[in-house]
């Protein structure tokens, strides 16, 4: 049965869902897939700044160094937040801004996907595009991420491990934890 989720058109927070938490941990996979279970669209806010930079991730980091790039990435995230519902999957670092964090907070539900050291290793050797993997061991890189932004992902709205089972059981648990969620803040 499809979810219910969508059903009224007046439940904003149920409707823009923001899927938050470090490289790797399948945001945008999942995020994909949540978004088809729910009816909505889905956008990927790193995809979004490279159309609108007219160049990859890593090429912005290279030429305009990474504080353009922060300053794209919520330029893109804050348009995407004023716009039409959907699933938006942001880069690893967006949600350290406190400003994204607000206007996330005020217009739609954070969910941290959370995996382990191990695991975020594992996904994150597979490719070699996220330029803050480029030098040196990831499994030091990530392991620092973990301390210092795990305490700033625990306070999104709603937490998900997502580096156990199938993908479709990470977004059921997901569906879930909104619907529950949704009933608490009727
Ligand atoms: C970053 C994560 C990346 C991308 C950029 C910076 C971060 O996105 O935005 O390389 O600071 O953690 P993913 O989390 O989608 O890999």
Same mark, same amino acid.
């Given at each position: 049965m499809k979810p219910d989720i969508t059903d009224k058109a007046n439940e904003k927070?149920?409707?823009?869902?923001?899927?938050?938490?470090?490289?790797?941990?399948?945001?945008?996979?999942?995020?994909?897939r949540l !978004? /088809? =279970?729910?009816?909505?669209?889905?956008?990927?806010?790193?995809?979004?700044i490279e159309k609108?930079?007219? &160049?990859?991730?890593?090429?912005?980091?290279?030429?305009?160094?990474?504080?353009?790039?922060?300053?794209?990435?919520?330029?893109?995230?804050l348009r995407l937040l004023g716009g039409s519902p959907l699933v938006l999957a942001t880069g690893g670092g967006a949600f350290l801004n406190p400003d994204i964090r607000a !206007? /996330? =907070?005020?217009?739609?539900?954070s969910v941290w996907l959370r995996s382990s050291l191990q695991e975020l290793v594992? &996904?994150?050797d597979r490719r070699n595009t996220r330029p803050l993997?480029?030098?040196?061991?990831?499994?030091?890189?990530?392991?620092?991420?973990?301390?210092?932004?795990?305490?700033?992902?625990?306070?999104?709205d709603l937490a998900i491990d997502s580096d156990q089972g199938?993908?479709?059981?990470?977004?059921? =648990?997901?569906?879930?934890?909104?619907r529950n969620y949704k009933e608490q803040n009727q």
């Open positions: 927070q149920s409707q823009l869902i923001v899927l938050v938490g470090l490289m790797g941990v399948g945001k945008s996979t999942i995020g994909r !978004a /088809i =279970a729910l009816g909505l669209n889905f956008v990927d806010a790193d995809d979004e609108s930079a007219g &160049r990859s991730i890593s090429d912005i980091f290279d030429d305009f160094g990474e504080k353009a790039f922060r300053d794209g990435e919520k330029k893109v995230i !206007a /996330i =907070a005020a217009k739609g539900v594992r &996904r994150t993997l480029a030098n040196g061991d990831s499994k030091e890189i990530l392991a620092e991420l973990i301390k210092q932004r795990h305490p700033i992902y625990a306070k999104a199938e993908h479709s059981e990470t977004v059921t =648990a997901i569906i879930q934890a909104l």
